[in-house]
């Protein structure tokens, strides 16, 4: 695959409702769209870096810096026999997973799409729809949370999570069980807003029935997770600490978690998310598909990651009417709580031009030269 040309574009699309986690109150996104141009076709991709680096050290200015003057240089330069081999022409920019990813998953779309063949198909997918969650932000009072709660669990997602932090924690969650009752499936997540004092506290989640807690201590801390999985029955799961299948197994066999969000932008994108996913099923792990408030480009490739057969939890992989009020591309759809896995070539979707060029702020493209 010859590169020819690489277009780096940001778009800012304002969310339908403030989404307010403990590491702060999102209320638009500013996301950079990575476009390739190849001797065999286009491909895009989505960077999943927020505007600011508060749910990883990544952010959307740093992923379009270190794109601009080290990556996307890195794969103009010479040809690439595959989008496999993406990752050692870059093995010497250390970190910046998110921006790699979003690359690797253009440079995938591109191969993909000139092989016919759908990222699921090339994932190893074994299923054609997945059972969709949503993540719940931090309401303004509990009355508001069990509004929104309610609408979800009328529009059919399968379940539900909490954003909890101290000072929001037992009695939402407590409301919310009360009211919509045992059978629904109910999951926290607290974005590491806690520390090891705090295990006492987070273990009277146990009588809620929870599926999981997730990441309640800092990205650096399995220790802490260990300590909290042996004293709650809750299964935990990590989300920002798995930034690789090494890492994945690591914190496994520690002891720190019994549950895997996968993200594949925050381990460096979905051959390396695949790879979470072959050794989480090794070890027996269940795994389930996280999100990052992604545009449709990213939920279909996020829709592919979990059509494997290790996702056996559903996903934050929410229609887009959860986040976006007109999508970049064909909405997806909720259908009796699932979606839809794309069956296309590629990631199966593309923008819709008018659309993206509406929301678009700015567009650079870089050239072979
Ligand atoms: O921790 O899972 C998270 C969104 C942005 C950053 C981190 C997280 C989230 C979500 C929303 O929980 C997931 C989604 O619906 O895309
Ligand atoms: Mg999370």
């Not at 240089?73 to 496999?84: D, F, G, H, K, N």
């Not at 997730?214 to 300590?227: L, T, Y």
């Not at 993200?263 to 996913?277: F, I, S």
Request: with cysteine.
């Amino acid at each position: 695959m010859k590169i020819e040309l690489v277009e780096l574009r940001r778009i800012a699309i304002p969310l339908v409702r403030p989404f307010r986690t403990s590491f702060g109150t999102q209320t638009e996104r500013d996301i950079l769209l990575v476009r390739v141009v190849t001797d065999v076709g286009e491909g895009w991709g989505e960077c999943v870096a927020l505007s600011d680096p508060v749910y990883s050290s990544e952010y959307v200015s740093g992923a379009h810096q270190v794109l601009r003057d080290y990556l996307v240089p890195q794969v103009l330069t010479a040809p690439l026999s595959s989008t496999r081999r993406l990752a050692e022409r870059t093995s010497s920019v250390v970190g910046h997973r998110m921006a790699k990813a979003a690359l690797e998953t253009a440079l995938l779309d591109a191969e993909l799409r000139a092989a016919s063949m759908s990222m699921a198909t090339y994932l190893g997918g074994t299923r054609d729809r997945v059972d969709c969650g949503v993540s719940v932000g931090i309401a303004a009072s509990v009355p508001a949370l069990l509004d929104e709660v309610r609408g979800y669990v009328e529009e059919g997602y399968r379940r539900i999570k909490l954003k909890v932090e101290p000072g929001w924690d037992i009695e939402p969650v407590a409301a919310v069980r009360a009211e919509f009752g045992e059978e629904l499936l109910l999951q926290v997540d607290a974005n590491t807003a806690y520390t090891a004092a705090d295990v006492r506290h987070l273990a009277r989640f146990d009588e809620f029935g929870l599926l999981l807690i997730e990441q309640p201590f800092d990205e650096e801390d399995i220790e802490s997770h260990r300590v909290l999985a042996e004293a709650i029955s809750t299964p935990v799961c990590l989300d920002e600490s798995v930034v690789s299948a090494a890492s994945a197994a690591d914190a496994i066999r520690r002891g720190a978690c019994t549950v895997v969000n996968i993200k594949a932008g925050r381990v460096g994108g979905y051959l390396e998310a695949a790879r979470v996913h072959d050794v989480c099923v090794a070890l027996a792990v269940p795994v389930w598909c996280g999100g990052m408030l992604e545009t449709g480009l990213g939920r279909a490739a996020n829709v592919a990651l979990a059509s494997l057969p290790g996702f056996t939890l559903p996903g934050d992989t929410s229609a887009s009417s959860r986040y976006y009020r007109e999508d970049i591309t064909e909405p997806f759809v909720l259908q009796d709580g699932r979606l839809a896995v794309p069956q296309g070539p590629g990631i199966g979707v593309l923008p819709r031009m008018d659309v993206l060029d509406a929301v678009t702020t700015s567009r650079e493209e870089l050239a072979a030269r």
